[in-house]
């Protein structure tokens, strides 16, 4: 079966650093994905990873460690406008199909 | 990135009617797109896999019947609500898939709500 597992709520304050974690448990694997989504927008890509270790991008950053079935979305130097929600997802063998984690809802705090 | 544009943003329509959303990409050809619904607080349901020129493969639990879904064209699938009901009431969001391989992403249009009164 497929299986995807994040935090549900996450809560930081503004110019720190927060890690939101995902592990996943699916018939096949090729690529985890991260995508941010405010509140009634569609999904913004962030990240992907289809080998182990980190990839970083500005603010953001991501690490895969495909043996632990884990990954993580590492957001620095916290803004307000980094409060959304946090998807993980993980795409199959065949690329068919993309599973998503349930989300983590990220609130940034003054 | 590629964009993905999903039209109409939201729609508000009286019970038993159909509503009609459509997904276009517009600076690439996508032969695969998605349909997911998502609830208030809650992660992307996929709802089907759209196939430009064959039919759509429905996840369980989908009435393929009240979902129809066309995909004519290597840039356009529609989603057609039919005898919309109150709790078809939701956020709908597409997402077409663009690249092969390990460098194949997914780029999601905006996202429709549809209120059924």
């Known amino acids: 079966g497929q299986n995807i597992d994040q935090p549900t709520e996450m809560t930081a304050t503004e110019g720190a650093i927060v890690q939101i974690n995902c592990t996943y448990q699916t018939s096949g694997f090729n690529g985890l994905f991260w995508y941010q989504q405010h509140a009634g927008e569609a999904p913004t890509f962030l990240s992907y990873?289809?080998?182990?270790g980190l990839e970083e991008k500005g603010r953001f950053s991501s690490f895969l460690s495909r043996s632990k079935g884990y990954s993580y979305l590492l957001l620095k130097e916290l803004q307000m406008k980094d409060s959304a929600s946090y998807l993980c997802?993980?795409?199959?063998?065949?690329?068919?199909?993309?599973?998503f984690g349930p989300g983590t809802r990220l609130s940034v705090l003054p | 990135g590629a964009v993905v544009s999903q039209h109409p943003s939201w729609v508000i329509c009286k019970s038993g009617t159909s509503v009609k959303i459509e997904c276009r990409s517009l600076?690439?050809?996508?032969?695969?797109m998605f349909w997911y619904r998502q609830f208030p607080k809650q992660s992307l349901m996929l709802m089907a896999t759209s196939n430009e020129g064959s039919k759509a493969t429905y996840e369980q639990g989908v009435e393929k019947d009240k979902f129809l879904i066309n995909h004519a064209s290597l840039t356009l699938s529609t989603l057609t609500v039919t005898s919309a009901h109150p709790e078809d009431s939701s956020f709908y969001i597409c997402?077409?898939?663009?690249?092969?391989?390990?460098?194949?992403?997914?780029?999601f249009g905006s996202g429709t709500q549809l209120s059924v009164l």
């Open positions: 997802a993980v795409r199959d063998n065949y690329g068919q199909n993309f599973v």
């Open positions: 997402s077409a898939r663009k690249g092969t391989g390990e460098g194949e992403k997914l780029f």
């Open positions: 600076d690439f050809q996508a032969t695969t």
């Open positions: 990873n289809v080998l182990d």
